[in-house]
T-cell receptor
Framework: AQKITQTQPGMFVQEKEAVTLDCTYD???????LFWYKQPSSGEMIFLIY??????QNATEGRYSLNFQKARKSANLVISASQLGDSAMYFC??????????????FGSGTRLQVQP | GAVVSQHPSRVICKSGTSVKIECRSL??????MFWYRQFPKQSLMLMAT?????????EQGVEKDKFLINHASLTLSTLTVTSAHPEDSSFYIC??????????FGPGTRLTVT
């Protein structure tokens, strides 16, 4: 069974600074995908970044980058130059192995990020 | 990009009544749709998986007779909460797979049962 762990219930960061949100995972499948989503107070799930287990390089999407350390089974999200609009819940998720057929996502417990002016 | 809509965005119903929530993929065909539930300050928990034309697969602990899922076409899945009770009040969110790597979420439906 897969498991996603986010150990930081809440984080504070000053505007314009960088912040790292931690995520560790556990899976026995050699092929997997890791996602980060942002959930503002409106509730919508906003896709931020994806990392495949066989990707050679760490994923980057604008101000978001994923610090993927496969041996440590960690996939931390780095947000650079934080903005007030980054204040939200952030979820790390793992996609089920392909042999399940359905490929549902398993989510971590989330980290609430608050950006301070 | 791929868009998934949900309707209604908010609904208030009385205890004992049924509520239907629609999830539509607007610009792609969804091979699989997922229904998640999120209680306040908690994470998303998968309730069920639906594929077009076949019965939904429910997660352990989710009552299939209470949460009826119909996946009538490749662009529409519906979740009906039957005989709703206050403890069913939650945020229900669907997602849709496009057959590839993408999985796209709807904006969610906030259900309040009084």
């Amino acid at each position: 069974a897969q498991k996603i762990t986010q150990t930081q219930p809440g984080m504070f960061v000053q505007e314009k600074e960088a912040v790292t949100l931690d995520c560790t995972y556990d899976t026995s499948d050699p092929s997997y995908g890791l996602f980060w989503y942002k959930q503002p107070s409106s509730g919508e799930m906003i896709f931020l970044i994806y990392q495949g287990s066989y990707d050679q390089q760490n994923a980057t999407e604008g101000r978001y980058s994923l610090n993927f350390q496969k041996a440590r089974k960690s996939a931390n999200l780095v947000i650079s130059a934080s903005q007030l609009g980054d204040s939200a819940m952030y979820f790390c998720a793992m996609r089920e192995p392909s042999d399940t057929g359905r490929r549902a996502l398993t989510f971590g417990s989330g980290t609430r990020l608050q950006v301070q002016p | 990009g791929a868009v998934v809509s949900q309707h209604p965005s908010r609904v208030i119903c009385k205890s004992g009544t049924s509520v239907k929530i629609e999830c539509r993929s607007l610009d792609f065909q969804a091979t699989t749709m997922f229904w998640y539930r999120q209680f306040p300050k908690q994470s998303l928990m998968l309730m069920a998986t639906s594929n077009e034309g076949s019965k939904a697969t429910y997660e352990q602990g989710v009552e299939k007779d209470k949460f009826l899922i119909n996946h009538a076409s490749l662009t529409l899945s519906t979740l009906t909460v039957t005989s709703a009770h206050p403890e069913d009040s939650s945020f229900y969110i669907c997602s849709a797979r496009d057959g590839g790597r993408g999985q796209y979420f709807g904006p969610g439906t906030r259900l309040t049962v009084t």
